[in-house]
């Protein structure tokens, strides 16, 4: 089942903007929204960004002063505000959720940044 549905992935050029947005959907397991990481081949999955249940924002080195991410409780929704892209941000973007003590994986979203 699909339980995280990530949207706003894309092609743009070094320094343009996307936004990402992250909703649980088929949500039977009360899946909140918590994080972004990103991935590129024969790298390990990395945090972007995550967002605490207090709603404060914490960011990668590579990614502070120019992501931002925030939250929509009403619709469960977490977005990334990406600005000022660069080619070292091409990657697959990776939604993570949290259910009680378990993570749960978006199925991910290509941004590709040309030069």
């Known amino acids: 089942q699909v339980q995280l549905v990530e949207s706003g992935g894309g092609l743009v050029q070094a320094g343009g903007s996307l936004r990402l947005s992250c909703v649980a959907s088929g949500n039977s397991y009360g899946i909140i929204p918590r994080a972004w990481y990103r991935r590129v081949p024969g790298n390990q999955r990395a945090l972007v960004a995550l967002?605490?249940?207090?709603?404060?924002?914490h960011y990668a080195d590579s990614a502070r002063g120019r992501f931002t991410i925030s939250r929509d409780n009403a619709s469960n929704t977490i977005y990334l505000q990406m600005n000022s892209l660069k080619s070292d941000d091409t990657a697959v973007y990776y939604c993570q959720g949290w259910a009680g003590s378990t993570y749960y994986w978006g199925q991910g979203t290509q941004v590709t940044v040309s030069s």
């Open positions: 967002i605490t249940s207090a709603g404060q924002a």
